[in-house]
């Protein structure tokens, strides 16, 4: 019997997990995307993008499509879908995994300001910074554009519209992963005194270790709370949870 697994998708794990179960005659794997960017980069197996309508359009998708589970691969920081899925899979009585990296902990050397929203990052950036790179994704700036003495290096994978007033700022369109020598040239070519991010986990960050190699401020944003679901930190461990549903 071939099993539909559903993953909430778009972030690495999402990707890699797809390939370990698009080519197993046993899966049909159906990958979900937001749809944020333009040009998505699509996983194996089957893809849909866009949204649900919240928990009561997902929880209709889990019926129509005959989904057996579903795993939850979205970004730490996108907490609605988390809680959406949570509420969809209890509905419908389909088991839910939440699949998700370990966050990235301070270490010895870091000069890191832990936040818990925007708005407390800018009034941080506006008492202390001068040049600031920016990866926090290009929905997340409108708090800082009213920092005119600020310069912001605004790293994104697409160009944000619409892009807030900034009175100083350079875009760079670029896509990670980055080395750790790229992101010391650029800190150090840019003149960067502080980075503004979120709490992604994952592996090392690179630039986190460059930052804390040039004695440079980190502010990071802390992750938002998820639903109470089992959870796996990697691929091995999701698989692990996914066999007994697929045998």
Known sequence: ????????????????????????????????????????????????????????????????????????CTHPFAARMGWNAAQGCAAMDVPLLRLERPAWVRQGGDLWDEVVDWTEAATL??????????????????????????????????????????????????????????????????GIDTIVCKNSGGPTDAKLAAARALGIRVIIKTRPCRPDTPKAADIAEALSWLSPICA
Do not use: C
Not at 7 to 21: K, Q
Not at 131 to 149: C, K, N, S, Y
């Open 125 to 190: 950036v506006g008492t202390r910074s001068k040049r600031v790179l920016m990866t926090v994704g290009r929905q997340e700036l409108e708090p800082f554009a009213g920092l005119d003495h600020v310069w912001f290096l605004i790293r994104s994978v697409e160009m944000p519209d619409p892009m807030p007033p900034f009175t100083q700022a350079e875009t760079l369109l670029a896509r990670g992963p980055f080395t750790d020598e790229d992101e010391r040239e650029l800190l150090i070519t840019r």
């Open 1 to 72: 019997m071939v099993r539909n697994i559903l993953i909430l998708g778009g972030s690495t794990e999402a990707y890699a997990l797809a390939r370990e179960l698009a080519d197993r005659p046993d899966i049909r794997v159906i990958s979900s995307l937001a749809g944020r960017t333009g040009t998505p980069r699509l996983p194996a197996g089957d893809v849909r993008i866009g949204g649900f309508g919240g928990a009561d359009g997902l929880a209709a998708y889990l019926r129509d499509n005959h989904i057996d589970a579903v795993v939850d």
